[in-house]
């Protein structure tokens, strides 16, 4: 693995970074997102004039800015802007909708939001009860949207914040907080987990000296800049290598290679379930006639690794790690094993812990907990929940929620995830947001979400549902209900009417119950249904 070397010159926070690529190299190409080009100088220019119009609205270091946006230059204008600024983003997930919509906004404290002209309406419905909110920036895209904002919000365009003049230069320090990103909230609300300009920086850094980027690399993403994938471990990392990246807004199976051949793409990132799919298509005799020679994510499953080398001519480095401490462990392109997740990285410790937080020898699996090897480059904490925190960083050492074991060698092997979750597609659900939003149903009793395997590997969502007593439940009306109120990937596909739950004496649902009931006879499928879930 390359080693990146430091100097005090070298900057340590976002818009400084900017601004120094940019002066390394100039006019060189640097992004095609979406179809639209930017070199390196253009980057630097476009969000200094867009620093300068969100200065005009009185944001500046430490304010709060919610982004819902797709992939487009525009976000990235916006998002390398609020760096430059010294401003806290929140990305939100454009699924986002109803109450959790308004969750995200609400306990960010956002003073602002900018947001894609498609998804206003979205604020609109939930924009009466944000106290904190005042400024609404649209990127205006042809569409027509009219929707009714409380007067008291003043709405700007976005293309009118391109404002000439010399942009803001505060003072920020490399331990700021940079970005809010939100995880699943698996066990309960969602947590906001903050992220310096350092970690983010040292992120993207590990990544170009993990993958051996240099200058004539192009990498690709099809993944949203409201994950911390897109931005640290290929956007910045293209720019951080001084190569270039192409990023679009979804990622087709079907034309993939043909894209990395037109745009010649020599890396990518995955996650979820891409890579079975890439294996799935039907072989072709160019297959490995394409410029792609790294990939970078995870898993990588075992079943698929050997012909999906052969075949396409790619060589993985796999990672282990989350939101909080991205990259803590690593299966790396020298020396890559199929199976394990990989060895301790550079930048972490990582251990196994049993239930009372003591160490257990090789080969006993128990909880994955990490500590820092260098300062500032992990979560610094859970946004306005300080008891989460601290339960998270307990006895120092930051603790997962995640099982995992080692062997022998010092590979550690994930085997599954403590907190409650579901796994769908590359996405983490919270079962108890999606228990809650159902159980908000008139005619609801209660409710249990879990997941079922997919076949598409990871998970479905299922649902297990008591009505009221005396009452029926539609089951249209209510997954209408769950459309309205959860990203479009959580509304569940099954549904499973039940008398009672499976409880303990202290009545909580035995999930695992559940979990070995799987899809069951009675068990209501949208899919064969025709329900279709709108986005």
Not at 268 to 290: E, H, S, V, Y
Request: glycine share 6%; with cysteine; hydrophobic share 40%.
């Amino acid at each position: 693995m390359t080693v990146v070397e430091l100097t005090p010159e070298s900057p340590r926070t976002m818009g400084e970074w900017i601004r120094e690529r940019a002066r390394r190299y100039g006019d060189k190409h640097a992004l095609d997102v979406a179809g639209v080009r930017r070199t390196y100088r253009e980057v630097d220019d476009c969000s200094d004039r867009m620093a300068a119009g969100l200065a005009s609205l009185e944001l500046g270091v430490g304010s709060h800015v919610c982004t819902m946006m797709k992939n487009s230059v525009d976000s990235i204008d916006v998002w390398f802007a609020l760096c430059k600024i010294g401003a806290v983003e929140i990305p939100v997930n454009i699924a986002n909708r109803g109450a959790s919509l308004h969750y995200l906004i609400d306990q960010s404290d956002a003073r602002a939001i900018v947001v894609d002209e498609e998804y206003l309406d979205r604020i609109a419905v939930v924009a009466d009860d944000l106290p904190h909110l005042q400024d609404v920036v649209v990127l205006r895209e042809g569409r027509g949207v009219d929707a009714e904002l409380p007067a008291r919000l003043a709405t700007h365009d976005l293309a009118c914040l391109y404002l000439d003049g010399d942009p803001p230069r505060p003072k920020i320090d490399r331990y700021d907080a940079n970005v809010i990103m939100y995880t699943s909230g698996t066990t309960g609300p969602a947590k906001g987990v903050v992220l310096s300009h350092e970690a983010n920086l040292d992120l993207a850094r590990h990544t170009v000296a993990l993958m051996g980027y240099t200058e004539t690399d192009v990498l690709y993403t099809a993944f949203p800049l409201f994950h911390i994938n897109a931005r640290y471990t290929s956007v910045v990392a293209a720019l951080e290598c001084g190569g270039s990246l192409v990023m679009d807004q979804r990622f087709s199976v079907s034309r993939f290679w043909e894209i990395c051949r037109e745009k010649g793409v020599t890396a990518f990132n995955f996650q979820g379930a891409l890579l079975l799919m890439l294996a799935k298509q039907p072989p072709r005799p160019d297959d490995a006639d394409n410029p792609v020679r790294v990939a970078f994510g995870a898993p990588v499953p075992p079943e698929i690794y050997q012909e999906f080398t052969e075949r396409f001519g790619v060589r993985f480095a796999e990672v282990y790690g989350m939101t909080e401490v991205a990259n803590t462990v690593e299966n790396r392109l020298d020396t890559f094993t199929v199976g394990p997740a990989g060895r301790e990285s550079t930048r972490f410790e990582v251990r196994i812990v049993d239930a009372e937080d003591q160490f257990v020898p090789a080969g006993v699996a128990g909880e994955i907990v990490v500590r820092p090897k260098k300062p500032g480059i992990m979560i610094t904490e859970y946004y306005k929940m300080p008891e989460a925190t601290v339960r998270a960083f307990r006895n120092l050492w930051f603790h997962t929620g995640d099982r995992g074991r080692f062997d022998e060698d010092g590979y550690l092997y994930f085997l599954d995830r403590m907190k409650d979750a579901i796994r769908r597609r590359g996405e983490n659900i919270s079962s108890w947001e999606v228990e809650r939003t159902v159980s908000a149903f008139p005619s609801v009793l209660e409710a249990a979400a879990y997941g079922v395997p997919s076949d598409l590997s990871e998970e479905e969502v299922m649902i297990a549902v008591v009505p009221r007593p005396g009452h029926d439940v539609d089951i249209e009306a209510l997954l209408e209900h769950c459309v309205d109120n959860l990203a479009h990937f959580a509304v569940p596909r099954y549904v499973r009417f039940m008398q009672t739950l499976p409880k303990t004496p202290s009545q909580r649902v035995e999930k695992y119950r559940l979990r070995m009931d799987g899809v069951t006879e009675d068990t209501w499928d949208r899919e064969d249904h025709g329900f279709v879930v709108r986005r």
